[in-house]
Every structure is written in C-alpha cells, then in structure tokens.
C-alpha cells in the first residue's frame, strides 16, 4: 500500500484520521501499511486541519504533481 492509500483512508475516515495523527507509527502498522521513514515522518508533521477541504481528487492531482511521495499534504507538505 502506498502513502496515496493511506491519505485517501485519512482523507475519507475520520476515525483512522485521527488515529494516524495520534501515532503515525502505530496506526499504519496496525492497518498493514509499509511506508518509508521519510513518508512516515511527513504524516508526523501533518495536523486535522491539513485534512480540511482536500478531496481525492486534488489528492491525485497533487501527487501527480509531486516528484517526491512524502510530500503530500498539509501547509508545508504540497
């Protein structure tokens, strides 16, 4: 699963949002995701408020964007 997965599941299900926010680590092991040091660390950075407003599809278009995977939401983050 890659860090698109993991920010539609916190994009579309508040429950896991938070628990991402809560301990990154924790959450994506619990939920079968593998992701890099580096990706798991732009999820540390992130806050609810990040969430707010972003669709999946400006999700997609970012990260078609985006020449690195990490990068791929909250201020700071795009």
Known sequence: MSIR???AKAITDPAFRK???AN???CLKKHGFE???KEIEAFRRLKESDFEGITL???DERLSKSEEAPIVIGV???
Request: no cysteine; aromatic share 6%.
């Open 5 to 7: 997965d993991v920010a």
């Open 19 to 21: 628990e991402l926010l």
């Open 24 to 26: 990154p680590e924790e």
């Open 35 to 37: 992701l890099t040091d």
């Open 57 to 59: 599809e400006e999700l």
């Open 76 to 78: 700071g983050l795009w």
